[in-house]
Protein backbone atom coordinates (compact mmCIF):
# COMPACT_ATOMS: atom_id res chain seq x y z
CA UNK A 1 0.00 0.00 0.00
CA UNK A 2 3.11 2.15 0.81
CA UNK A 3 4.13 2.02 -3.07
CA UNK A 4 0.53 2.75 -4.36
CA UNK A 5 0.59 6.17 -2.02
CA UNK A 6 4.03 7.21 -3.15
CA UNK A 7 2.90 6.79 -6.94
CA UNK A 8 -0.23 8.71 -6.74
CA UNK A 9 1.43 11.73 -5.03
CA UNK A 10 3.79 11.72 -7.66
CA UNK A 11 0.50 12.25 -9.75
CA UNK A 12 -0.68 15.09 -8.17
CA UNK A 13 1.77 17.30 -8.17
CA UNK A 14 1.66 19.89 -9.98
CA UNK A 15 4.43 21.72 -12.22
CA UNK A 16 4.29 25.45 -13.42
CA UNK A 17 5.99 26.40 -16.74
CA UNK A 18 6.93 30.09 -17.50
CA UNK A 19 7.57 32.24 -20.18
CA UNK A 20 8.70 36.21 -19.80
CA UNK A 21 9.11 38.59 -22.09
CA UNK A 22 11.11 42.01 -21.96
CA UNK A 23 10.26 45.24 -22.66
CA UNK A 24 11.86 48.80 -22.92
CA UNK A 25 10.85 52.53 -23.90
CA UNK A 26 10.34 56.27 -23.50
CA UNK A 27 7.55 58.40 -23.12
CA UNK A 28 4.41 57.03 -24.63
CA UNK A 29 4.97 53.35 -27.04
CA UNK A 30 3.55 50.58 -27.17
CA UNK A 31 4.41 47.07 -28.75
CA UNK A 32 3.16 43.13 -28.86
CA UNK A 33 4.63 40.51 -26.89
CA UNK A 34 4.85 36.89 -28.25
CA UNK A 35 3.70 33.72 -26.33
CA UNK A 36 3.26 30.37 -26.81
CA UNK A 37 0.27 28.04 -26.29
CA UNK A 38 0.00 25.64 -23.62
CA UNK A 39 0.63 22.29 -25.19
CA UNK A 40 -1.98 19.63 -23.68
CA UNK A 41 -0.08 16.66 -24.10
CA UNK A 42 2.46 18.45 -21.55
CA UNK A 43 -0.44 17.48 -18.88
CA UNK A 44 -3.81 19.08 -17.32
CA UNK A 45 -3.71 22.54 -17.33
CA UNK A 46 -4.96 24.16 -13.70
CA UNK A 47 -4.76 27.85 -14.01
CA UNK A 48 -3.22 30.91 -15.67
CA UNK A 49 -2.21 33.53 -14.37
CA UNK A 50 -0.20 36.65 -15.50
CA UNK A 51 2.40 39.30 -14.08
CA UNK A 52 2.84 42.70 -15.10
CA UNK A 53 6.02 44.41 -13.83
CA UNK A 54 6.78 48.14 -14.66
CA UNK A 55 9.85 50.65 -13.35
CA UNK A 56 10.28 53.94 -14.44
CA UNK A 57 13.23 56.21 -14.30
CA UNK A 58 14.77 59.90 -15.70
CA UNK A 59 12.75 62.57 -17.10
CA UNK A 60 11.83 65.53 -15.68
CA UNK A 61 8.91 67.73 -14.63
CA UNK A 62 9.12 71.56 -14.47
CA UNK A 63 5.81 73.41 -12.45
CA UNK A 64 5.11 77.01 -12.63
CA UNK A 65 2.54 78.80 -11.19
CA UNK A 66 0.66 81.55 -13.06
CA UNK A 67 -2.01 82.48 -10.60
CA UNK A 68 -1.86 85.70 -8.35
CA UNK A 69 -2.22 83.12 -5.34
CA UNK A 70 -0.49 80.43 -3.74
CA UNK A 71 -0.74 76.60 -4.98
CA UNK A 72 -0.09 73.81 -3.00
CA UNK A 73 -0.85 69.94 -3.79
CA UNK A 74 0.58 66.90 -4.65
CA UNK A 75 2.35 65.90 -8.28
CA UNK A 76 2.46 62.83 -9.70
CA UNK A 77 5.18 62.07 -12.41
CA UNK A 78 6.26 58.99 -13.89
CA UNK A 79 4.38 55.93 -16.15
CA UNK A 80 1.25 53.89 -16.69
CA UNK A 81 1.26 50.65 -18.29
CA UNK A 82 -1.85 48.61 -19.37
CA UNK A 83 -1.84 45.50 -21.19
CA UNK A 84 -4.09 44.01 -24.05
CA UNK A 85 -4.98 41.33 -26.56
CA UNK A 86 -6.26 41.02 -29.80
CA UNK A 87 -5.99 37.27 -29.70
CA UNK A 88 -6.85 36.11 -26.34
CA UNK A 89 -9.07 37.45 -23.61
CA UNK A 90 -7.07 38.42 -20.88
CA UNK A 91 -10.58 38.16 -18.34
CA UNK A 92 -10.52 36.80 -14.62
CA UNK A 93 -13.39 34.49 -13.37
CA UNK A 94 -14.96 37.60 -12.02
CA UNK A 95 -15.33 38.51 -16.22
CA UNK A 96 -13.43 41.74 -15.48
CA UNK A 97 -9.82 42.55 -17.07
CA UNK A 98 -7.44 40.44 -15.36
CA UNK A 99 -4.85 43.35 -14.52
CA UNK A 100 -5.77 46.95 -13.98
CA UNK A 101 -3.63 49.52 -14.92
CA UNK A 102 -0.13 49.35 -13.15
CA UNK A 103 1.66 52.77 -12.25
CA UNK A 104 5.01 53.35 -11.44
CA UNK A 105 4.85 56.80 -10.44
CA UNK A 106 6.67 59.51 -7.72
CA UNK A 107 4.23 61.69 -5.76
CA UNK A 108 5.37 64.23 -3.55
CA UNK A 109 4.07 67.83 -2.24
CA UNK A 110 4.85 70.97 -2.97
CA UNK A 111 3.50 74.48 -2.65
CA UNK A 112 4.43 77.61 -4.60
CA UNK A 113 3.95 81.18 -4.05
CA UNK A 114 1.49 83.38 -5.77
CA UNK A 115 3.30 84.47 -9.84
CA UNK A 116 6.31 86.67 -9.06
CA UNK A 117 6.07 88.35 -12.02
CA UNK A 118 7.08 85.75 -14.91
CA UNK A 119 3.92 86.07 -16.17
CA UNK A 120 2.78 83.23 -18.65
CA UNK A 121 6.42 82.64 -19.41
CA UNK A 122 7.13 79.10 -18.14
CA UNK A 123 9.87 79.86 -15.88
CA UNK A 124 11.04 77.03 -13.08
CA UNK A 125 12.57 79.02 -10.82
CA UNK A 126 11.68 79.09 -7.16
CA UNK A 127 9.56 80.54 -4.96
CA UNK A 128 6.41 80.07 -7.66
CA UNK A 129 8.12 76.87 -9.86
CA UNK A 130 9.98 73.78 -8.94
CA UNK A 131 11.91 71.40 -10.93
CA UNK A 132 11.44 67.54 -10.18
CA UNK A 133 14.09 65.12 -11.71
CA UNK A 134 12.83 61.44 -12.16
CA UNK A 135 14.34 58.81 -10.33
CA UNK A 136 13.50 54.87 -10.26
CA UNK A 137 9.72 53.43 -9.45
CA UNK A 138 8.65 50.67 -9.59
CA UNK A 139 4.89 48.81 -9.73
CA UNK A 140 3.64 45.33 -10.51
CA UNK A 141 0.33 43.40 -10.75
CA UNK A 142 -0.94 39.66 -11.00
CA UNK A 143 -4.14 38.44 -12.32
CA UNK A 144 -5.25 34.93 -13.44
CA UNK A 145 -7.28 34.12 -16.58
CA UNK A 146 -10.66 32.85 -16.20
CA UNK A 147 -10.98 29.01 -17.24
CA UNK A 148 -14.03 30.28 -19.40
CA UNK A 149 -12.11 31.56 -21.53
CA UNK A 150 -9.36 30.16 -22.19
CA UNK A 151 -10.14 28.88 -25.77
CA UNK A 152 -11.38 32.23 -26.80
CA UNK A 153 -10.05 33.67 -29.91
CA UNK A 154 -7.01 31.97 -30.64
CA UNK A 155 -6.63 30.49 -27.39
CA UNK A 156 -4.18 29.42 -24.49
CA UNK A 157 -4.49 26.11 -25.49
CA UNK A 158 -2.60 24.04 -28.75
CA UNK A 159 0.97 24.42 -30.28
CA UNK A 160 0.67 27.97 -32.20
CA UNK A 161 1.52 30.98 -30.41
CA UNK A 162 0.01 34.54 -29.09
CA UNK A 163 0.17 37.83 -28.50
CA UNK A 164 0.10 40.68 -25.82
CA UNK A 165 -0.28 44.23 -26.28
CA UNK A 166 1.66 46.23 -23.52
CA UNK A 167 1.17 49.77 -23.67
CA UNK A 168 2.93 52.39 -21.64
CA UNK A 169 1.92 56.66 -21.33
CA UNK A 170 3.84 59.21 -19.78
CA UNK A 171 2.27 60.37 -16.43
CA UNK A 172 1.61 63.37 -14.95
CA UNK A 173 -0.77 65.32 -12.52
CA UNK A 174 -0.76 68.00 -10.30
CA UNK A 175 -3.90 68.54 -9.26
CA UNK A 176 -6.88 70.65 -10.77
CA UNK A 177 -5.02 73.78 -10.79
CA UNK A 178 -5.81 75.88 -13.71
CA UNK A 179 -3.32 78.72 -14.09
CA UNK A 180 -0.10 75.94 -13.59
CA UNK A 181 1.82 75.94 -16.55
CA UNK A 182 4.23 72.53 -17.01
CA UNK A 183 6.63 71.03 -19.13
CA UNK A 184 8.32 67.30 -18.83
CA UNK A 185 11.03 65.54 -20.36
CA UNK A 186 9.85 61.96 -21.20
CA UNK A 187 10.78 59.27 -18.53
CA UNK A 188 12.24 56.22 -19.81
CA UNK A 189 10.58 52.51 -18.70
CA UNK A 190 11.13 49.13 -18.52
CA UNK A 191 9.59 45.79 -17.42
CA UNK A 192 7.94 42.73 -18.52
CA UNK A 193 5.41 40.34 -18.81
CA UNK A 194 5.38 36.99 -17.52
CA UNK A 195 2.66 33.98 -18.29
CA UNK A 196 2.48 31.07 -16.03
CA UNK A 197 0.42 27.89 -16.66
CA UNK A 198 0.25 25.88 -13.57
CA UNK A 199 -0.39 22.42 -14.67
CA UNK A 200 -0.69 18.56 -13.69
CA UNK A 201 1.82 16.67 -15.82
CA UNK A 202 0.69 14.32 -17.75
CA UNK A 203 2.83 10.78 -16.36
CA UNK A 204 5.32 8.71 -18.49
CA UNK A 205 4.01 5.44 -19.89
CA UNK A 206 6.62 3.38 -17.61
CA UNK A 207 5.09 5.41 -14.69
CA UNK A 208 1.66 4.48 -15.40
CA UNK A 209 3.29 0.60 -16.34
CA UNK A 210 4.54 0.67 -12.40
CA UNK A 211 0.87 1.96 -11.06
CA UNK A 212 -0.53 -0.77 -13.57
CA UNK A 213 1.69 -2.95 -11.26
CA UNK A 214 1.33 -1.81 -8.05
CA UNK A 215 -2.36 -2.04 -8.15
CA UNK A 216 -2.02 -5.86 -9.23
CA UNK A 217 0.44 -6.31 -6.23
CA UNK A 218 -2.04 -4.58 -3.90
CA UNK A 219 -5.15 -6.69 -4.78
CA UNK A 220 -3.78 -9.99 -5.11
CA UNK A 221 -1.61 -9.94 -2.01
CA UNK A 222 -3.47 -12.09 1.01
CA UNK A 223 -4.46 -10.76 3.94
CA UNK A 224 -1.99 -11.34 6.91
CA UNK A 225 -2.98 -14.14 8.36
CA UNK A 226 -3.98 -14.01 12.24
CA UNK A 227 -4.10 -16.98 14.48
CA UNK A 228 -7.06 -17.21 16.08
CA UNK A 229 -6.65 -18.10 20.27
Not at 109 to 132: I, R, Y
Amino acid sequence: MCVLSITLSQFAAAQMLTQTKYFTGSSNSNGTLTFNQFDRTTGHLKSISILFYLETFGGRLILDNDSTSSASGIFEFGSCGSIGSNDVALLNPSYSPCLGNVKAIHKQSFSLTADNGDGLALDSSTPDGLVFNGHPEIAAATGFIGETFWNIGKGFLGTSSFGINYSVLQWVDYGPLALMSYAVNPVNFEGFITLIYTYQAAPEPATLLFFGLSIAIVRICPKPYSKRS
